[in-house]
DNA sequence: ATGAGTACTGTACCGCGGGTGCGGTTCTCA
DNA sequence: TGAGAACCGCACCCGCGGTACAGTACTCAT
């Protein structure tokens, strides 16, 4: 593991970051202040500024960390999973266990998808956040079907199976499972709704 | 069917309430202002507020409205797949494809859902908002339980099927869905995983 | 040590938005 | 025709996003 040591200011960026993001999560962006922000990152206004363009600008960021950050969890979610075996339905068994697991060492809960949020907000947004989000989709159901592709190469699937709709069914069931999470102030629902698809998963290349 | 004749105030609240629909799912709530609906349905502020004590009263006439409608709409694909056949597994089965159905026919998608949108700005309304929120995936939660209830006393599932989970997980797709449809413009893709969790039933229902 | 960035602070200002208050007006219907 | 329903008009408040710009403290390579 290599340590990044953040500058001053790259600190204070990640850190306005950080608070807008809870902040966004649980009010939306638009009911969202800069002056709330602000306030509790110690900082002026003419500092955010410094940092930012604009609140837009903001958004970009906050989305873009996000991504960034899920392509190194499932990454490394994957490669244990790899590790532990080298059957592609089984690895896939073990990636949906590991995602679970992890899911389930949240005491507070999922605290929201930024993707999921966005999308019931995106008329707030430029065209190039809208389509970063569209991204961030696409790289999930790219990532999802390339798993689903090899493993229906060895377990031949029903013809009738929508392959496409199952890799995205992962995102579906995550982001469903955090709202359920949320709106129910339950945090199981969400591994045990990732662990249902795990189940459907399962099923659906079992041999009939 | 018995056509309710709308008195001018009831009709005035319920354009106030289509308009704000339209802006919160596409803005959210409070990137959503008065201004704008009072200007697209032709009232001045002080009409607004005749109808409407604050934006927090909008927001909750809003929501029972949106889960008023959806309480008629899902009696009503009940009753249809329970007049097709009188098996619970298999009327289930028809119920979702009549959902699914209902799903594809929407030219523009699902313009999305207030209680999704509402649970990533909960921050912004007053308990009982959030609390009428919950009851609505409560709601859900109990039809499609019942249902399944049913189907497992005909067909006995594997002992460690999470029968709560898989109520759940009507919800989750649902949502999960709508966010897939709406985010990368694909009208489709909600349908298409409504069959997913079908086919799901289907499975786990069916004899080992 | 010093000067050139880097990382901010302070102040002043603008227009929009949510919300309040309250008096006046028009429309509807028994 | 008169009483309530359904608004309109206007004045006012504060918070918020954003702009502009001058000034300052800290950091670090030369």
Redesign the interface.
């Known amino acids: 593991m290599t340590v990044r040591v953040l500058s001053k200011g790259e600190a204070t960026r990640e850190r306005i970051l950080d608070i807008a993001q809870d902040a966004v999560?649980?009010?939306?962006?638009?009911?969202t202040s800069l002056d709330e922000i602000i306030a509790e990152a110690g900082i002026t206004k003419s500092g955010f500024f410094y940092h930012f363009r604009d609140k837009n600008d903001l958004a970009k960021a906050m989305l873009q960390r996000y991504l960034d950050r899920e392509e190194v969890l499932f990454s490394g979610l994957f490669k244990q999973a790899d590790e532990l075996s080298e059957d592609p339905l089984h690895s896939f068994l073990i990636f949906l266990k590991l995602f679970a697991d992890l899911m389930s060492d949240m005491p507070n809960g999922h605290p929201?998808c930024i993707?999921?949020?966005y999308?019931?907000?995106?008329?707030?947004f430029s065209q190039d956040v809208r389509a970063l989000?569209?991204e961030g989709?696409?790289v999930w159901r790219n990532r999802f079907r390339d798993r689903l592709d090899r493993i229906a190469e060895r377990y031949p699937p029903r013809a009738d199976?929508?392959i496409?709709?199952?890799a995205?069914?992962a995102?579906?069931?995550?982001?469903?499972?955090i709202?359920?999470s949320?709106?129910?102030?339950d945090p199981s629902?969400l591994p045990?709704?990732i662990?249902?698809y795990r189940?459907?998963v399962k099923?659906?290349f079992s041999p009939a």
Chains 1, 2 share one sequence.
Do not use: E, T
């Open positions: 999560l649980a009010k939306g962006f638009a009911g929201g993707v999921a949020s999308v019931y907000q995106d008329h707030l989000n569209a989709l696409i199976l929508d496409d709709a199952l995205d069914m995102s579906a069931v995550a982001d469903g499972g709202i359920l949320k709106c129910l102030r629902l045990r709704q662990l249902q189940a459907y099923l659906v």
